[in-house]
Each structure stands twice: as structure tokens, then as C-alpha cells.
């Protein structure tokens, strides 16, 4: 079965450097990949979708890369600031099935 | 744009309580419409998948007798958890999606505690 690994640890960075969030994938072919935050207490926000033919996205200070040969997206975020703190949830999916969520990887910027 | 409302975001009953769950797509419609459910530090579980008009696919394992979903119509899904049990307890998370395959909108959950 499918399956999507994050690193369930928590990454802490420092303020005003790159956070990186990896996401990697197994045994699945998705058509393309999302990323949401997720604040303690509250629904998922969407931030960003990339598709299978797309290597790269931006918007803002946000950047995700999606490799489908290494089965890998990696979800950046530059300059971050303590307001980014939060958990981001990769999630995969193709056509109109089903998308799968991971665990998410908790961010805590420090000041 | 793509504002979801979930109500209420709290609710503490009894056992053997019902209890239902709003979920409604503030300007756009949601041809389609996600139940989850989510534990502490675990990943969001789908319970089932409705799309306006017809009945709600469910998950493997999910009683559909227990959790009644209804689609009435292209802005409004309802989840009502029946006869609810403490272990019926959890964080339920709504989420529309407009027509195709694109990203979901989510409502702000439901801290459902029994009793």
C-alpha cells in the first residue's frame, strides 16, 4: 500500500534562516502534491500544489520541489519567522481519488 | 476566497447522544466533500467521501450506520456521529473541494468529548 513518510520529529530553526520539510513517498504514482499547515486546535490551510510534470513552485517565501524519481518533495521556507511555526502536512493524490495525507513534520521557529 | 465554516468547534455530551456536525462552503460550491478524523501527532483519517446529491463512499472501517453523512446540497455537508460512545471522542475535520481535482478547503474541526 502507499505510504508517506515525514519526519514526525519537530525541526527547529532559527529566525531568518531556510526550513526545509521533506516528504518523501513509496509505492504510489500521485499526480500531484500538496502542502497545508496545520495550527494546534484548527483545520489544515492549503499552501501549495505542485504537479508531476512541475519540478518547482514558489510563492512568496515558499518553494516545493517535487522529484518523482527520487519519490521526494521538499517544502522550503525562507527567512522563516516564529509566525511560520506550525505543522505542515504534505498529502498526495491523483485524479479525483482520494488524497493521502502524512503526519506532518511540526516547525518551530525560534527567535 | 475558499472559506469553509464548521459548527460547532466544540461539543462535551453524554454517551448515547447524538450529535451532529456542520459543514458548509462559504463562497464557492464543493462538489465534493471530505470527513476526517484526527488523533494527536497522527495524520488525518478519512472516513468518507460525499459528493452532492448521492450517497457518501466510506472508508474501510467506518461504520456508516454510526457516522450518517448527508450531501444535501453543493454548500452544506453534515457528519452526525449517533448513539456517540467515549471512544467516539476524537477531532473531526471537514474539507470541500470544488469541481476537479484541485486542493481542499478545510473547516476549523469539531472537538467532539463524550461522556
Known amino acids: 500500500s502507499q505510504k508517506i513518510e515525514q519526519n514526525s520529529e519537530a525541526l527547529n530553526i532559527q529566525e531568518g534562516k531556510t526550513a526545509t520539510l521533506t516528504c518523501n513517498y513509496t509505492?504510489?504514482?500521485?499526480?500531484?502534491l500538496q502542502w497545508y499547515r496545520q495550527d494546534p486546535g484548527r483545520g489544515p490551510v492549503f499552501l501549495l500544489l505542485?504537479?508531476?510534470?512541475?519540478k518547482e513552485k514558489r510563492k512568496e517565501r515558499l518553494k516545493v520541489t517535487f522529484d518523482t524519481t527520487l519519490k521526494q518533495s521538499l517544502f522550503h521556507i525562507t527567512a522563516s519567522q516564529p509566525a511560520d511555526s506550525a505543522t505542515y502536512l504534505c498529502a498526495l493524490g491523483r485524479g479525483y481519488q482520494k488524497v493521502t495525507f502524512g503526519i506532518g513534520t511540526k516547525l518551530q521557529v525560534i527567535p | 476566497g475558499a472559506v469553509v465554516s464548521q459548527h460547532p468547534s466544540w461539543v462535551i455530551c453524554k454517551s448515547g447522544t447524538s450529535v451532529k456536525i456542520e459543514c458548509r462552503s462559504l463562497d464557492f460550491q464543493a462538489t465534493t466533500m471530505f470527513w476526517y478524523r484526527q488523533f494527536p501527532k497522527q495524520s488525518l483519517m478519512l472516513m468518507a467521501t460525499s459528493n452532492e446529491g448521492s450517497k457518501a463512499t466510506y472508508e474501510q472501517g467506518v461504520e456508516k450506520d454510526k457516522f450518517l453523512i448527508n450531501h444535501a446540497s453543493l454548500t452544506l455537508s453534515t457528519l452526525t456521529v449517533t448513539s456517540a460512545h467515549p471512544e467516539d471522542s476524537s477531532f473531526y475535520i471537514c474539507?470541500?473541494?470544488?469541481?476537479?481535482?484541485?486542493?481542499?478547503?478545510f473547516g476549523d474541526g469539531t472537538r467532539l468529548s463524550i461522556l
Open positions: 474539507s470541500a473541494r470544488g469541481q476537479g481535482a484541485g486542493p481542499q478547503h
Open positions: 509505492n504510489y504514482s500521485p499526480a500531484y
Open positions: 505542485i504537479r508531476e510534470n512541475e
